[in-house]
């Protein structure tokens, strides 16, 4: 079996040498235990940064035949570095992990004896948070509830690590959404599929490339990339809010009929138009991001352009046969 290793890069200068390292360790390991192919290797996606991380993996390319690499034209954002990374590895089966290597690698093994059973998709899922700090860990366990609530289809604390078969990669290059969100996207693909528990460990070098704003809006495309439930809500607001304007008119005119402690027309003017024009202003603004999304999806952008790519020698050979082989067959 033909494995390809998924890494998106991102300022990783700190990290990067270990994590190669590790990867090309444990590869070996697994080609000498014959589970794997001597053709795996590992994809190191740069996407567009800004210190010596390209650098280190080009030569890590001409230092290791198991290592290769594509740069990205400019930063796309983790999402669209995976999906780079993804639809360019040549393996039968394919294996996302982050650079930080904070996900367990032991569980790799595990993915592959699963795959090998027949499951298409293997999730990486942790057993705990016990590494995370308590609003970390509050928000993440309350946001993959929240999405459960509202429809959306995810595995519970997973986040982009697990194995791929090669028809759903295949399957995944049909989804041409510009708004992505793969822990939503998966799930949706229908094929057989399995979970394997492992405990995450402290990032040992390098800072988080997932700060609280980008986690938020990543947590805001999840929501709208793949639930209507918002728009919902919008409509029984407005059903709320309509009885409650009902209750203040009748409210005011009791008053003003049966009573003369309230100041004529106050009641009646200020306090529907103040409550009826937060709640119309925050509808807006709802109705407006689908709308953004909708205009974005129209485009047809690509998701990204590979500017450079960093081979090792075994993996050109391997395409130049490949190549020759096609044209004698022609």
């Known amino acids: 079996m033909i494995l390809s290793l998924v890494v ?4 990783e200068e700190a990290v990067l040498p270990v994590t190669i390292r590790r990867l090309i360790a444990l590869l070996e390991n697994l080609i000498k235990s014959g589970l794997l192919s001597e053709n795996s290797h590992v994809l190191l996606v740069d996407d567009g940064s800004r210190d010596s991380t390209w650098k280190i993996i080009q030569a890590a390319s001409v230092e290791s035949s198991l290592i290769n690499g594509i740069k990205l034209s400019r930063n796309r954002g983790h999402q669209n570095a995976l999906l780079a990374g993804l639809l360019d590895a040549k393996g039968e089966a394919v294996i996302s992990v982050d650079a930080d290597l904070q996900d367990d690698l032991g569980a790799i093994e595990k993915m592959i004896l699963l795959y090998k059973k027949g499951d298409d998709i293997v999730y990486g899922v942790r057993k705990n948070r016990e590494t995370d700090t308590f609003f970390k860990r509050l928000t993440a366990e309350g946001y993959y509830k929240l999405l459960g609530r509202f429809g959306v289809e995810v595995v519970f604390n997973h986040a982009d690590y697990r194995l791929m078969s090669r028809r759903t990669i295949e399957a995944l290059r049909g989804f041409s959404e510009v708004n992505l969100f793969l822990r939503g996207i998966l799930p949706q693909l229908g094929f057989r599929t399995s979970v394997v528990y492992y405990d ?13 704003g980008k986690m938020m809006a990543l947590a805001w495309q999840g929501v709208t990339s793949f639930s209507t439930f918002p728009l919902r809500v919008i409509t029984i607001l407005g059903l709320l809010i309509s009885l409650g304007s ?35 202003l925050l509808c807006i603004g709802i109705i407006g991001e689908y709308l953004a999304k909708i205009y974005l999806e129209t485009k047809r952008r690509p998701h990204f352009f590979i500017e450079e790519r960093a081979q090792s020698s075994a ?16």
């Open 200 to 212: 995450r460990a402290e990032r040992f070098a390098g800072e988080s490339k997932y700060p609280l």
């Open 315 to 330: 993996t050109a050979r391997s395409i130049l046969t490949e190549n020759s082989r096609k044209v004698g067959g022609e």
């Open 246 to 280: 009902l209750g203040i008119t009748l409210w005011a005119i009791y008053i003003r009929l049966f009573s003369e402690l309230a100041v004529p027309g106050w009641t009646s003017t200020v306090v529907p138009i103040y409550l009826l024009g937060g709640i119309q």
């Open 8 to 11: 998106p890069c991102y300022n």
